[in-house]
C-alpha cells in the first residue's frame, strides 16, 4: 500500500512542509533579532538623552535628629551615653494641579526609530496647615535639630530637566539640583525659610518646568485631591497604571485626558511617605507594559498612572505577527494547488510545490527588509504584489493555462488582503481570522463533495473489465477432397 504512487507525494509533501516551516523558523528569528536590535537603539537613546519620565511632587520634607543621653554601667563605671533617632518630617499638597503638554520627537540610530517626548508642565499645589513639620519629642528631655524645610520634585531622570521655574507664595525661589530625600533623589528642590514649618494657613507654590524623555511618562497622585491635565499630538496613547483617565478623547490629531484622584482612592501618600518605589515609568523589552525592576511585586510599589506614545504601525511587531500566519499561508495554498490536481486531473510535481511554498515564504523576508526603508504599507503592498504576480505566473505554466493560474494567484491575493486586515485589527483580529478559516474550510468541503475518496487510494488506472467466455461453435465437416489419380506403372529399361 505504501508503495503506491499517491502515498509516495504525500510523504514528499509532508518533507517539503517541515522543510518550509524552518525556514519560516529562520525568518522569525531574523524579525525578533531587529525587534531586539529596536529596543538596544531605545536604551542607546535614553542613555545619551533620557529615559522614561516618572513626575512625583511637589511635597515638603524636613529632615530631624532626636538625641537623648542614656546611663549605662554600674557603680564607678556608670557615665553617660548619647542616642540619637534620625527621622524625616514630610507635607503633602491638599491640592495638587498639573497641566502638560507634550510635544512628540523622532529620534533614530540607524534604521531604527525611538519616540522621545518634550513636556512642558504647569503644576500648582496648595498646602493646608504645615504642622506636620513640627518636630515631636519621643523620649523626655531630649534634643531635636531639625534642618531647613525643602519643597522638592522627584522625576525620574533628571538629564531631562531643561527649564524650570518655582514660585513661592508670589516669590520665586533659587531652584539646585537634587532633592536630599534619601528615596527620591533624583529632581530638584528650593530651601524654604525656617518661618514656613508649622504655618497655620498653608502655602501656595508653582513650578514651570520643561522635561524630555523617552516614549513613556507616568505620575504619581500626591496630593490630597489630584487633578492632571494632559494633551499631546501623538495619535496612539497607551493608558497604563493603577488608573486610567476620568475622561480621554483620541484623535487622528492628537490626543487629551484628564485624570481626577482623591486620597481616598489611593495610598500614594502612604506609599512615598514609606519610601516605597516608583515602578511606572520603565518599560520591559517590547516597550510597552508596565514594569517592575528588581523582582518587586506591584505591592511593594507606590500608586501611580502612567501614559506610552506607542507606536502601533511599529514594522518589527507587525512583520512579527504576519509570520506567525505563514503556516497558515503555506497550508492553504497547497490546499489549492491539491483541488486544482484533484478536479482538473492535473500532475504535478513535489518540486513544483517546493517552489511555490519558497515564494510564498519569501514574501514575509521582503516586508520585514522594505519596511525598514518605506511605510509599512506600501511595503507589503510592494512584496505582496511582486509574490502574487510570480505564482500566478507560475502557476499558468504549472496547472496548465492562464484560466488556472490567474484564479490561484487571485486567491493568493485575496489571502494577502485577509492577512493585512488582521494585522491592522487589535481587537477583532481573532474572530476575523476565524470566521475567514471556516469560510475556507466550507468551499474546500463543498468542492470536494463528490470526490470519491476510496477510489483515489486504488490508483488512476482504470479497472479491467471481466472476459467474456469463449464462443462456442459447430464443428465444420471437413471439405470433400479431389481424387488423386493413380500412379502409372513405371516400365523396366
Known sequence: MFKHPLFTKLAALAAITVLLLFGLGMIEDVVRDRLRYRSITAQSVAESLAGPQTLMGPMIHS??????EVETGKGDERRMVEQRREFLLTAMPEQLKLSTGAAMEERARGLHKVN??????????????????????????????CGAPIVMMAVGDARGIRTAQF????????????????????????ALPESVRGKADGLT?????ELVGTERLAFVPLGGNTEVQMTSSWPHPSFGGRFLPSERE???????????????????????AN?????????????HSDYVPGGATPGDCADSFSVAFIDPVNPYSLSDRATKYGVLFIALTFVAVGLFELMKKLRVHPVQYLLVGSALCS???????????????????????????????????????????????????VLYGLLYVLLQLEQTALVVGAIALFLVLAAVMVLTRKVNWYGLSQGNT????????????????????????????????
Not at 529632615?63 to 537623648?68: G, K, L, Q
Not at 519610601?275 to 516597550?287: Q, V
Not at 510592494?382 to 505564482?391: G, H
Open 363 to 413: 514574501f514575509f523576508l521582503l516586508l520585514v527588509s522594505l519596511s525598514e526603508h518605506l511605510p509599512f504599507g506600501i511595503s507589503y503592498a510592494v512584496a505582496a504584489s511582486a509574490c502574487v504576480l510570480l505564482l500566478a505566473y507560475y502557476a499558468s505554466h504549472m496547472l496548465g493555462g492562464l484560466a488556472r493560474g490567474i484564479p490561484l494567484g487571485g486567491g493568493i491575493a
Open 63 to 68: 529632615a530631624c535628629v532626636e538625641s537623648w
Open 462 to 493: 482504470p479497472p479491467r473489465r471481466p472476459m467474456a467466455p469463449p464462443e462456442v461453435r459447430p464443428p465444420t465437416p471437413p471439405a470433400a477432397r479431389p481424387a488423386t489419380p493413380p500412379t502409372p506403372p513405371v516400365s523396366a529399361v
Open 167 to 190: 514660585t513661592l507664595d508670589s516669590q520665586t525661589l533659587a531652584l539646585k539640583p537634587g532633592t536630599f530625600h534619601p528615596t527620591y533623589s533624583r529632581g530638584l528642590h528650593a
Open 116 to 145: 522621545t517626548f518634550n513636556l512642558k508642565a504647569h503644576v500648582t499645589a496648595q498646602w493646608g496647615p504645615l504642622a506636620s513639620l513640627v518636630p515631636q519629642s519621643s523620649m523626655k528631655n531630649s534634643r531635636m535639630h
Open 250 to 272: 483620541v484623535k487622528k490629531t492628537g490626543f487629551a485626558a484628564q485624570w481626577r484622584l482623591s486620597s481616598l482612592a489611593t495610598t500614594a501618600q502612604a506609599d512615598i
Open 275 to 287: 519610601g516605597k518605589r516608583i515602578c511606572l515609568g520603565g518599560t520591559d523589552d517590547g516597550g
Open 205 to 209: 507654590a508653582t513650578l514651570d518646568l
